[in-house]
């Protein structure tokens, strides 16, 4: 069964100030996606990785892929309050046939990003 | 270009009653797949649909079903509801082949009493 793994799970920041959050999964895949969500809101989607070694940048925000340490990083710099959120991150396991996982995403348990002022 | 739709928004039901939702996934898309959100299990898979086909289900009771239209649209229903089933039930739809990313809706939150 497919795990994924975030940490931290709650990250109080200051303004200004840079940090990453993890994400580690169990079982070959090379499509992991990063979502945010807000209180009482859906996911928004931030980022979708498909190979190893992507790197992709919006914002103050950028997300890395390295399928071989089955390994995600969401890294935050110079956080504003803006960023104060929930982040997932959901991996699309690839089945051994080569096709698609039809639809399903296993998410982290979510990292609570709190910036403060 | 309009995106997922789900009605109700919000919802109160009876333990033991039955409820169904809707999706309206995004024009073109074909694949809805349906997410249970609770603040102790987090993120959950219920199905897909394609084409008005299952495709993949995740391992929720058979209380949990779902299906799909000619023209894309989604429901699921959940029977005999427990207070467990409380939660915000999100769909996304996609193109449903090869690489896909799939578009989450505003959800509909379920409060079991």
């Known amino acids: 069964e497919l795990k994924v793994e975030q940490n931290p799970l709650f990250l109080s920041m200051q303004e200004g100030k840079n940090y990453t959050i993890y994400c580690n999964y169990s079982?070959?895949?090379?499509?992991l996606y990063w979502y945010r969500q807000d209180p009482g809101k859906s996911l928004e989607s931030l980022f979708v990785?498909?190979?190893?070694?992507a790197v992709k940048q919006e914002g103050r925000l950028m997300a890395s892929l390295d399928t071989k340490a089955r390994l995600s990083t969401l890294h935050i710099t110079a956080a504003v309050h803006d960023l104060s959120a929930t982040y997932f991150c959901?991996?699309?396991?690839?089945?051994?046939?080569?096709?698609?996982?039809?639809?399903?995403?296993?998410f982290g348990q979510g990292t609570i990003l709190t910036v403060h002022p | 270009k309009a995106g997922v739709t789900q009605t109700p928004r919000y919802l109160i039901k009876t333990r033991g009653q039955q409820v169904t939702l809707s999706c309206s996934p995004i024009?073109?898309?074909?694949?809805v797949s349906w997410y249970q959100q609770t603040p102790g299990q987090g993120l959950q898979f219920l199905f897909e649909?394609?084409?008005?086909?299952?495709?993949n289900k995740g391992n929720f009771p058979g209380r949990f079903s779902g299906r799909q239209f000619s023209n894309s649209r989604s429901e699921m229903n959940v029977s005999t509801l427990e207070l467990g089933d409380s939660a915000l039930y999100l769909c996304?739809?996609?193109?449903?082949?090869?690489?896909?990313?799939?578009?989450f809706g505003p959800g509909t939150r379920l409060t079991v009493t």
């Open positions: 996304a739809s996609s193109l449903g082949q090869g690489i896909d990313e799939q578009y």
């Open positions: 079982t070959t895949s090379d499509r």
């Open positions: 990785l498909l190979s190893n070694g």
């Open positions: 959901a991996v699309e396991p690839q089945d051994w046939a080569g096709g698609t996982s039809y639809g399903k995403l296993t």
């Open positions: 024009s073109g898309h074909r694949s």
């Open positions: 649909y394609f084409s008005e086909t299952q495709r």
